[in-house]
């Protein structure tokens, strides 16, 4: 099975400035077809999973353009330029690659302002 | 806009049932597979099964495998999630998310099943 690596598992960060959250898959995500399924999703306190990134780098629509996503084969980066309030949540990265038979996520980076 | 809603959850004694469904508006539900991911209290995401638009595959994680299955009524735009032989450690909020490709585009807001004594 692959194996999803999030770091850090919690990154205070000061409004305004750049956080990265960092995503290693235990094995390749480049597809047979190509592609690099590798996804990323925000969940606010209290709230469902909301996808933000998808194929490594494109933004769902209505994510502000301070998310970015990056990287490829076995490593993958989640940048947001400039921290707002509203970004606090855990950020969780997941595969598409390797399904079926099953989806994986990383185990989630907490953002919270310093 | 697409809307999932999920219910049927609740408190459970260990080795019991429950059902879970989730119904579907503003998309075509027949034409795409659906999957039910769980999260534990204070834990992170964990996929549990995937179904496709036409009932035809069914994958389970292992975790749930012969005790959980997976279904689907398209008359009803409804998906369900039939759970046996519960454990403490299926204690979560499960959420029903929707397929895009080979990951996930949208997610219900969750239905808490507590299995305990």
């Known amino acids: 099975d692959v194996v999803m690596t999030q770091s850090p598992l919690s990154l205070p960060v000061t409004l305004g400035q750049p956080a990265s959250i960092s995503c290693r898959s235990s094995?390749?995500?480049?597809?047979?077809?190509?592609?690099?399924?590798l996804n990323w999703f925000q969940q606010r306190p209290g709230q469902s999973p909301r996808r933000l990134i998808y194929?490594?780098?494109n933004r769902d629509s209505g994510v502000p353009d301070r998310f970015s996503g990056s990287g490829s084969g076995t490593d993958f980066t989640l940048k947001i330029s400039r921290v707002e309030a509203e970004d606090v949540g855990v950020y969780y990265c997941?595969?598409?690659?390797?399904?079926?038979?099953?989806?994986?996520f990383g185990g989630g980076t907490k953002v919270e302002i310093k | 806009q697409v809307q999932l809603v999920e219910s049927g959850g609740g408190v459970v004694q260990p080795g019991g049932s429950l059902r879970l469904s989730c119904a579907a508006s503003?998309?075509?539900?027949?034409?795409?597979?659906m999957h039910w991911v769980r999260q534990a209290p204070g834990k992170g995401l964990e996929w549990v099964a995937f179904?496709?638009?036409?009932?035809?595959?069914?994958y389970y994680a292992d975790s749930v495998k012969g005790r959980f299955t997976i279904s689907r009524d398209n008359s009803k735009n409804t998906l369900y999630l039939q759970m046996n032989s519960l454990r403490a450690e299926d204690t979560a909020v499960y959420y029903c998310?929707?397929?895009?490709?080979?990951?996930?585009?949208?997610w219900g807001q969750g239905t808490l099943v507590t299995v305990s004594s």
């Open positions: 998310a929707k397929r895009s490709g080979t990951a996930i585009d949208y």
């Open positions: 503003g998309f075509t539900f027949s034409s795409y597979g």
């Open positions: 179904i496709r638009y036409d009932g035809s595959n069914k």
């Open positions: 094995q390749s995500l480049v597809h047979s077809d190509g592609n690099t399924y």
């Open positions: 194929k490594v780098s």
């Open positions: 997941m595969q598409g690659t390797h399904w079926p038979p099953r989806l994986t």
